[in-house]
């Protein structure tokens, strides 16, 4: 239980259809939270279903806003610094939106604004997976692929705010796929939940990857991560060729950032890694194989520990750190 006096945070995760509030104490603990859906994607709306969110989250706790001490945002886009401007957020459809102008209008007080890996990498670094750990790399491949890095103690988010951008790294050269990011062969146009079942349609179109079609119980809405993975595991030789280069790709791009940034601890997470047991378990012997040899062998693979929970947790201790 929160005592009188404590330092609160108002932490916030929000993602392309949910919007999560939560109140977190000074020890990374959830006390409250709350989920909004978002049917409009508006930035403005957004500010102010944020706020109201809040509200409730506190009310939960018979507090108001005059209890909170910081209050962190982690965004699923690209943030520029502590400017709290959103560049890119391809799944909000936001361009260039001064969100954190937008949150204090709607607050009356300044949040921090971070991408929502930053947040998550954040949160298991300070009471997950990763506690204590000073140089922590952290991968989620879902929906989008991203990471967030905490180095010598530290978020780094580089000189512009948008380091780790680890799903628009180029793991085909020429004539790759298209990305959301208007790039081509970028790892995201491979591995992201999205692109793989795009894929997989594609391949079926040409009346290929049957065995994946049939483990969706031949429907288009069905197919996906966890299909293919049901395929390969029955021994469909196209499910395996295709999980097997998925697995590389991510593997091989995991291992490259792991030999330049030599992290102590690496969080595997996000959703097509949870629906694809046979793919993460590639995916370490990838990043095993091909990660420099002496970095391999101080680094620590783990599984998030906070689940959903990372990202609320994350943004809330920013918060408090940024109003220390
Ligand atoms: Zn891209």
């Known amino acids: 239980m929160s005592q009188a006096g404590e330092r609160l945070a108002l932490g916030c995760d929000l993602g392309a259809t949910n919007l999560r509030v939560a109140v977190v104490d000074a020890r990374g603990t959830v006390l409250s939270s709350v989920r909004r859906k978002l049917d409009d994607r508006t930035p403005s709306v957004v500010a102010e279903e944020l706020a109201f969110g809040a509200k409730e989250a506190l009310a939960l706790l018979g507090k108001d806003l005059d209890a909170v001490s910081g209050l962190g945002v982690g965004v699923a886009g690209q943030v520029a610094g502590d400017s709290g401007i959103v560049l890119v957020g391809p799944n909000l459809g936001w361009t260039d939106v001064r969100f954190g102008a937008l949150v204090e209008r709607a ?57 780790g951008e680890l799903g628009h790294v180029k793991v085909v050269p020429a004539g790759g796929r298209p990305c959301g990011c208007g790039q081509r062969g970028c790892l995201e146009a491979y591995v992201s939940g999205h692109n793989l079942a795009q894929r997989i349609r594609e391949l079926a179109r040409e009346g290929k990857a049957r065995a994946i079609v049939r483990a969706a119980g031949g429907e288009p809405d069905r197919i996906g991560g966890p ?10 030789p196209e499910a395996i060729e295709l999980r097997d280069e998925v697995a590389q790709l991510l593997g091989v791009a995991i291992a490259n950032a792991v030999t330049i940034l030599n992290p102590q601890k690496l969080i595997l997470g996000g959703g097509v890694l949870a629906g694809m047991k046979g793919l993460k378990l590639r995916v370490r012997e990838w990043i095993l194989r091909a990660g420099g040899k002496a970095q391999v062998e101080q680094l620590s693979i783990l599984d998030p520990a906070l689940g959903d929970d990372s990202g609320v947790i994350g943004a809330g201790l920013l918060g408090l750190h940024a109003a220390r």
């Open 227 to 236: 299909c293919l993975e049901q395929a390969a595991e029955e021994g469909d």
């Open 107 to 163: 607050f009356g007080r300044r949040p921090r604004v971070v991408n929502d890996l930053s947040a998550a990498a954040w949160g298991e670094r300070s009471v997950g997976a990763a506690r204590g750990a000073s140089h922590v790399l952290l991968v989620f491949a879902g929906s989008g692929v991203g990471s967030g890095m905490i180095l010598g103690g530290e978020l780094y988010e580089g000189a512009g705010g948008i380091a």
